[in-house]
Nanobody, 125 residues
Framework: VQLQASGGGLVQAGGSLRLSCVAS????????MGWFRQAPGKEREFVAA????????YYADSVTGRFTISRDNAKNTVYLQMNSLKPEDTAVYYC???????????????????WGQGTQVTVSS
């Protein structure tokens, strides 16, 4: 599966952005799609995830109530709507594919086998 992320940019605190991630290839092998982020000097961290069939959503505590993950199965696309952005949300955001429930916890980056190229989100104060 190939993943192409887009939608990042520069926004002021309190603003909004919507990230998109288009999947191509063996779409049937997607169990969960996730968004992770990595700020300079920090480890990659979980942001949100959505199960491909049922559409169940999961969020990091730091983004709950501000970010919304969704998917459009017909377009093989997952979205991350980010509202009320804060400077601490500044990072490179990555989308990723978790192939199976047996791949490990959806909160852990090691459970994901394919990654998009990343898109930069910068929130100014």
């Amino acid at each position: 599966v190939q993943l192409q992320a887009s939608g990042g940019g520069l926004v002021q605190a309190g603003g909004s952005l919507r990230l998109s991630c288009v999947a191509s290839g063996s779409i049937f092998s997607i169990n969960t799609m996730g968004w992770f982020r990595q700020a300079p000097g920090k480890e990659r961290e979980f942001v949100a995830a959505i199960t491909w069939r049922a559409g169940r959503t999961y969020y990091a505590d730091s983004v709950t109530g501000r970010f919304t993950i969704s998917r459009d199965n017909a377009k093989n696309t997952v979205y991350l709507q980010m509202n009320s952005l804060k400077p601490e949300d500044t990072a490179v955001y990555y989308c990723a594919r978790r192939p199976s429930d047996y791949s490990g916890s959806l909160y852990i980056s090691g459970s994901y086998s394919d990654w998009g190229q990343g898109t930069q989100v910068t929130v100014s104060s």
